[in-house]
C-alpha cells in the first residue's frame, strides 16, 4: 500500500494554491535491475483533485513525471476550512486517495 | 456488473479466479475514468506520434504559453517544469520531452474556473527540447525550450 501524499491547499485572493506531493516509485519499464532484467513499468497515470464533487484538475501522466511526483495547481472559489480530495490511479490499477483542509 | 462478479466469485479456484477477478476489476464503475488515458499517445516514440495521437497534429507557435524550465539540469531525474498559458479558452496543458523514449510526459485538463497553469517535476533521459502544447478554443499552440541534462535520468 502506498503511503500517503502530503496535499497543502492555501486560500488566497479568491483562489486556492494546491501543491501535492505522491508517494510512487514511478518505474518507467526501460531501467534494469542487477541481473540485467527490465524492470517492469509501474507508474500512476491518472491524478484527480476535485473540490466540493467538482473536478478541479485532472491529469493523465506517461512515464516521463519524476519519482515520487510533485503537482502544483491552483482554483479559483475555494474557501477556508473546506475540502479537496485527490486520487491517483497507476498502471497496476492500484489506488489512492487523500483529503486536505484549505487554509 | 454484480452478476458477473458473482459468476467470478463462484468460479473459484488459484490462479484462475486471480485472473479472472483482475477482469472483474476492470468492470468497476470507477475504472470507467482510466479509459480517459490515452494510450497511443503516451506510447508514441516521437515527438510527431505524440502530437499525432492529441490530435494536435496541426499547431501554431504561440508567445501567449509561458514555460519554466532550467537552463541545465544536472539531474535528469528531477526537472521541474512548469506551464502557463494565457491563451483565452485553455482547456488543456501537454508536456512532451522530445527525446525521451517516449515523449509525452503529461497532460492536464483545466476545467473552467481552474488557472491555466501547472507545475511538476519530469524525467529526461538526455538533453533535449522540451514542448509545452495548449489547447485553446479547439486549436492547439505549443512553446518549446532546450533543457541541458547533465545526468540522465532513464538509465539504468
Known amino acids: ?103 | 456488473m454484480n452478476q458477473t462478479r458473482r459468476q467470478v466469485l463462484k468460479a473459484g479456484g488459484g490462479a484462475s479466479l486471480y485472473a479472472l477477478l483482475a477482469v472483474a476489476g476492470m468492470l468497476r464503475p470507477e475504472a470507467a475514468f482510466a479509459a480517459d488515458w490515452n494510450q497511443k499517445a503516451f506510447e508514441a516514440k516521437n515527438l510527431k506520434d505524440a502530437f499525432d495521437a492529441l490530435g494536435a497534429g496541426s499547431r501554431a507557435d504561440s508567445i501567449g504559453i509561458l514555460m519554466t524550465a532550467p537552463e541545465i539540469a544536472e539531474n535528469g531525474a528531477v526537472v521541474p517544469i512548469g506551464a502557463l498559458s494565457k491563451l483565452p479558452g485553455t482547456e488543456s496543458i501537454a508536456i512532451l520531452i522530445a527525446k525521451n523514449p517516449t515523449a509525452l510526459a503529461a497532460n492536464f485538463d483545466i476545467p473552467a474556473g481552474t488557472e491555466p497553469a501547472v507545475s511538476t517535476r519530469v524525467k529526461m533521459a538526455e538533453t533535449s527540447d522540451v514542448y509545452v502544447l495548449v489547447k485553446a478554443q479547439g486549436k492547439y499552440y505549443v512553446t518549446k525550450k532546450e533543457v541541458k541534462v547533465t545526468i540522465g535520468g532513464c538509465g539504468g
Open chain 1, 1 to 103: 500500500m502506498a503511503d500517503p501524499m502530503r496535499i497543502r491547499a492555501v486560500a488566497k485572493d479568491g483562489a486556492v494554491s494546491v501543491k501535492i506531493l505522491m508517494s510512487h516509485t514511478m518505474e518507467t519499464g526501460q531501467r534494469k535491475d542487477d541481473a540485467g532484467k527490465l524492470i517492469p513499468a509501474h507508474y500512476i497515470q491518472q491524478v484527480s483533485a476535485t473540490w466540493q464533487g467538482k473536478v478541479v484538475l485532472s491529469a493523465n501522466w506517461g512515464t516521463a513525471i519524476a519519482k515520487n511526483p510533485f503537482l502544483e495547481f491552483s482554483f479559483k472559489g475555494g474557501q477556508k476550512g473546506e475540502k479537496i480530495q485527490v486520487t491517483w490511479t497507476d498502471n497496476k490499477g492500484d489506488k489512492r486517495t487523500d483529503e486536505a483542509t484549505i487554509n
